[in-house]
């Protein structure tokens, strides 16, 4: 089962490693009113400039605010930033101001032209105006989650002793081992797709008159309908990466190098091309929509499965160079399918996903993971047989009017009323002198809170 690399990680005693990866997640979401329209704060001034803040930015419009964490060692360390940025961020939130749990934006105003974009500076604000031009407003209005995921480097480093032999130095085992991920992540898309998929259906406007679907769908973010290039990378190697980006913006395909979003990026390097050079530091994986039942879009079991896909991606049989690009064509068609597919539906590809979560058990009975992984992947199994367990199909049985928002608002207050009671609880708060969102920011990596995980 093992490939030569998984081979020498398991005899060498590094599995542990190789499953701590380094994550840090980007959640982006919506500011809304009470009524579920969108915002028309601006960005909130207790945070900072939202050119410079590190942690909390934005992201196409104003209202799209996206919370950045810094990279940590453990998944739930990782989680721990997220709920602490995130609470910070309700803090500093206007009265009556929410943030949207879904993907899909609210009902948007039926002239597009009344949002506004982001202002992160001239040369940014204009790229948004000339990709609009190409995209439409709504194609940019979906938020999601986004986690950057960086290999242990005694991994790599074990891998170029042992292995020297087959690679030239240390950055070809990098870069080798951050495209063998890619290439997993990019061919099981789907799968990821068919177990987190959480946008059904679109609220007002978001479609044109006359093109709104006949019915509701898995994924309309991870389909063509939603957000993301419509240009397909190449992930035989970052050179190859890089070569057909660069090949996409002298064509006038992309708008520029930073247009490429596709659902894997290779990120080390601000100079895309001489990311070959430097070296790939971590992966960009933007193939999740937001998940409604969580206050930070995302869930700490999600990660251990997208740590486990990883960990297994690095250790079993990688594809042949020469077939990468047939292979990962036919996965973007089945990705498409399994977006568009009814919710509550079995998917047509239930007998590649029943054998791909087969796999994955082996895999983790093999490597001893334990208990919580096994609940993970039973977890997961059930959905696979039963689609209406799936969060597509659950978002479902709270649709009136062909609408999400009542659900949404519902959320929202829930998880805002939760962020006022966990912040009161940060070391130094004071009712009568709160600190600012600025000042909490500071203090939460100075300091030894972990929020509670249950909110």
């Not at 993907?103 to 000339?130: I, T, V």
């Not at 700490?300 to 297994?312: E, G, K, P, Q, W």
């Amino acid at each position: 089962m093992f490939s030569k690399v998984g081979q020498l990680i398991f005899e060498q005693g590094a599995v542990a490693k190789t499953s701590n990866f380094k994550m840090g997640l980007e959640i982006e979401m919506q500011r809304v009113d009470d009524t579920g329209q969108l915002s028309q704060e601006p960005y909130p001034a207790a945070i900072g400039d939202e050119k410079t803040n590190p942690w909390i930015t934005n992201d196409y419009l104003e209202t799209m605010s996206e919370v950045v964490t810094p990279a940590a060692r453990h998944s739930l360390d990782a989680m721990h930033y997220l709920y602490a940025i995130n609470n910070v961020l309700r803090s500093a939130l206007a009265p009556g101001e929410l943030l949207w749990p879904l993907s899909m934006p609210p009902q948007l105003p039926a002239d597009k032209r009344q949002l506004q974009f982001a202002k992160m500076g001239p040369a940014k604000e204009a790229y948004l105006k000339e990709w609009t031009k190409r995209h439409g407003y709504s194609e940019g209005t979906p938020c999601g989650a986004h986690i950057n995921l960086s290999i242990n480097d005694e991994v790599i480093e074990l891998v170029q002793q042992a292995l020297g032999d087959h690679f030239p130095s240390r950055l070809a085992v990098q870069n080798y081992l951050y495209t063998v991920v890619a290439q997993g992540f990019m061919r099981y898309r789907w799968l990821i797709t068919y177990l987190f998929g959480a946008s059904p259906l679109a609220e007002a406007n978001y479609f044109a008159p006359g093109q709104a679907l006949p019915h509701p769908i898995r994924s309309i973010r991870q389909s063509h309908y939603g957000f993301g290039t419509k240009f397909r990378g190449a992930y035989t190697s970052v050179a190859d990466y890089v070569a057909r980006i660069e090949a996409g913006v002298k064509e006038g395909i992309l708008i520029s190098d930073y247009e490429f979003h596709g659902a894997v990026r290779f990120k080390g390097n601000q100079v895309l091309t001489q990311l070959p050079q430097t070296g790939v530091q971590y992966l960009e994986l933007r193939m999740l929509d937001l998940d409604p039942s969580s206050s930070v879009g995302i869930r700490t079991d999600t990660l251990r499965f997208i740590r486990l896909l990883a960990s297994y991606f690095i250790m079993t049989p990688p594809l042949k160079e020469d077939e990468v690009d047939r292979v990962l064509a036919v996965a973007d068609a089945m990705n498409e399918v399994v977006a568009t597919e009814e919710p509550t539906a079995p998917t047509k590809y239930q007998h590649k996903a029943r054998a791909m979560m087969q796999s994955l058990e082996r895999f983790a009975n093999q490597l001893q993971l334990g208990p919580e992984y096994q609940e993970i992947l039973e977890d997961l199994a059930d959905r696979v047989e039963n689609p209406k367990t799936t969060p597509s199909a659950k978002l479902l049985n709270y649709v009136q009017d062909d609408s999400l928002t009542a659900y949404a608002l519902r959320r929202a207050k829930r998880y805002q009323a939760a962020a006022q009671t966990a912040i009161r609880q940060f070391p130094g708060f004071d009712d009568d002198h709160p600190m600012t969102a600025a000042e909490l920011t500071q203090a939460l990596f100075h300091g030894n809170w972990e929020p509670d995980l249950d909110h």
